[in-house]
């Protein structure tokens, strides 16, 4: 059974800090691109971040470039977006997604709140 599960969401003040995990299990986890999504009330799914396997290159929304980084562990099959001098704008419930040619799973959200 593929399951995605996101954790490390939560209320943070502007300039603040959160980490969030996406733990992995039922699939080769090491094989599959690793993305971060994100959503906002009224507005469409965006990505924000990926990193691919085999080399972990990565990439990043240019809203987000110098504030977030995303990673992965291997061995504990787990993906990580670690984020930084947040804004109300990064507000939003944040997706994890694996891809792997045709097959594509995703998480269930975390939600993310950054506001005073």
């Known amino acids: 059974q593929v399951q995605l599960v996101e954790s490390g969401g939560g209320l943070v003040q502007p300039g603040g800090s959160l980490s969030l995990s996406c733990g992995a299990s039922?699939?080769?986890?090491?094989?599959?691109?690793m993305t971060w999504y994100r959503q906002a009330p009224g507005k469409e799914r965006e990505l924000v971040a990926t990193?691919?396997?085999?080399?972990?290159?990565?990439n990043y929304a240019d809203s987000v470039k110098g504030r977030f980084t995303i990673s992965r562990d291997n061995a504990k099959t787990t993906a990580y977006l670690q984020m930084s001098n947040l804004k109300p704008e990064d507000t939003a419930v944040y997706y994890c997604?694996?891809?792997?040619?045709?097959?594509?799973?995703w998480g269930q959200g975390t939600q993310v709140t950054v506001s005073s």
């Open positions: 990193i691919s396997s085999g080399s972990g290159s990565t």
């Open positions: 997604n694996a891809a792997l040619r045709w097959m594509i799973y």
């Open positions: 039922g699939f080769t986890f090491s094989l599959y691109a």
